[in-house]
């Protein structure tokens, strides 16, 4: 049974967390490909909120397998509390396992991260200091240490022993900080192998049976499209590859395992950190989004900068992914606006252009078409015929526009404020 693939359109934060778990009701496993616990997904239901970090976003039903795939790299100290968080909460998390390939993110990688962000000063990237891209700078240079390594007391020491030593160079002779203790750090990492040991599994051949059995698979991804290190807004961008192609590098599978591509894109832009914004809203109109929308990240809390909707990147976005269904979020925070803003084109250097450049600048501007604002609260609705006709209007410029259909409309955090446009469709996918 060809499996599904949920990534983000924009620069993340598009509400993949709560899509996944709307969809994840009718799967059998939910799988992460990419990324680690530099970004959060939350699930909003009734009086809680959920905010996963490495766990995949199936994890509050029951009886959905989740999968940290081989392509995330992962903080266990990160993992184990985040474990205990959901079970605190009354969550069940003894279905959620993690790939013995996938790599560790350690100390040195957290230290690293900051001190070059620190180095680079007002040229950093405005990374989370999580250690992301040290862990897989060193999967790449093929120093780093794997899931698996944790279950051979003899290998991880080795490995660590000459990690911390080299690290240890860098610490003290290029940054004059500290060195790290080797035996204070063996030592947390062996209790965390003791705690996570019944959770490592080879996922490559658990996948490979599922998709075989004819389980149904949702594949989701963290950041989104325009962070991917390769076609994103280098070098304003994450170190995996972000996108749907991402997938079958990120849990090793074949590209006929999957059919639909679904895209998360949020009724307007939102970007964390430094890097291009060709849309953004430096006024009380963002300000006002920001509010409404609740833009603080879910990791860092750090306020978002809050744009317009973006078709040019968006339509860039869907063509890389091979998108073939669209979800459309947070359509509810434009509710209050009089007039609403769609960039169309860019102006570059005094050109014009349509398409999503490769040098991506900082001095790109956004070129728009006004649509009047609906000024009608539609979070409560729930079927599409009542919303209010300009905000069908908004809707159906954005499908002409990228020539894609729209599946699903959310109006709301909560799991159920949902407008489902094609129910029919709806269902055929993903039930």
């Known amino acids: 049974m060809p499996s599904n693939v949920i990534v983000g359109l924009q620069w993340g934060d598009e509400g993949k967390g709560k899509i996944t778990d709307l969809l994840a009701k009718n799967s059998d496993y939910v799988i992460r490909y990419q990324g680690g616990n530099n970004s959060g997904h939350s699930i909003h239901i009734k009086n809680h909120y959920f905010v996963l970090h490495l766990i995949p976003s199936g994890v509050i039903y029951s009886g959905v397998k989740c999968i940290i795939g081989p392509g995330v790299v992962i903080d266990p ?38 001190y070059q962000e620190e180095a680079l000063g007002d040229k950093s990237i405005g990374t989370t ?72 599994i080879d996922v490559v051949y ?8 004819k389980k149904r698979i949702l594949f989701e991804g963290a950041q989104a499209m ?30 006929n395992f999957l059919k639909n591509f679904i895209g998360i894109t949020k009724a307007y832009c939102t970007r964390v950190g430094f890097g291009p914004f060709p849309t953004e809203i430096n006024n009380e109109i963002g300000d006002a989004i920001r509010q409404k929308g609740n833009e603080y990240g879910a990791t860092t809390k750090r306020p978002r900068r809050c744009g317009w909707l973006d078709l040019i990147s968006l339509k860039y976005s869907c063509m890389i992914n091979g998108i073939n ?3 459309i979020t947070k359509l509810d925070v434009l509710s209050e606006l009089d007039i609403i803003k769609v960039c169309i084109k860019y102006k570059c250097d005094n050109k014009i252009i349509q398409y999503f450049p490769s040098n991506i600048k900082q001095n790109l501007e956004g070129i728009y078409i006004d649509f009047p604002g609906w000024k009608k609260d539609i979070s409560h609705i729930y079927e599409y015929k009542y919303l209010p006709k300009n905000c069908k209007k908004y809707i159906k410029f954005i499908e002409d526009y990228l020539k894609l259909e729209i599946l699903l409309i959310s109006v709301g955090s909560e799991r ?16």
């Open 77 to 114: 100290k990160s993992l184990i509390q985040e474990i205990q968080n959901l079970e605190s909460m009354g969550i069940n998390t003894s279905k959620v396992f993690l790939a013995k390939r996938a790599h560790i993110t350690m100390p040195y990688h957290r230290l690293l991260d900051q």
């Open 129 to 200: 200091h999580k250690g992301i891209g040290p862990t897989y700078v060193d999967k790449v240079d093929r120093i780093g240490i794997r899931v698996l390594d944790l279950l051979d007391l003899k290998v991880f020491y080795k490995k660590l022993k000459y990690n911390i030593d080299f690290k240890n160079q860098i610490f003290t002779k290029i940054f004059q900080r500290e060195p790290l203790s080797f035996q204070s750090v063996y030592e947390e990492y062996i209790e965390y192998a003791k705690i996570l040991s019944n959770r490592i």
């Open 206 to 213: 658990e996948i490979h049976d599922a998709f075989h059995n």
């Open 226 to 255: 325009l962070l991917d290190l390769n076609y994103g807004t280098y070098p304003y961008v994450t170190t995996s590859s972000t996108s749907t192609g991402g997938v079958c590098t990120g849990v090793g599978i074949p590209p």
């Open 325 to 327: 269904y669209l979800i």
């Open 416 to 431: 159920n404020q949902n407008i489902i446009k094609n129910e029919s469709l709806f269902l055929e996918i993903f039930t």
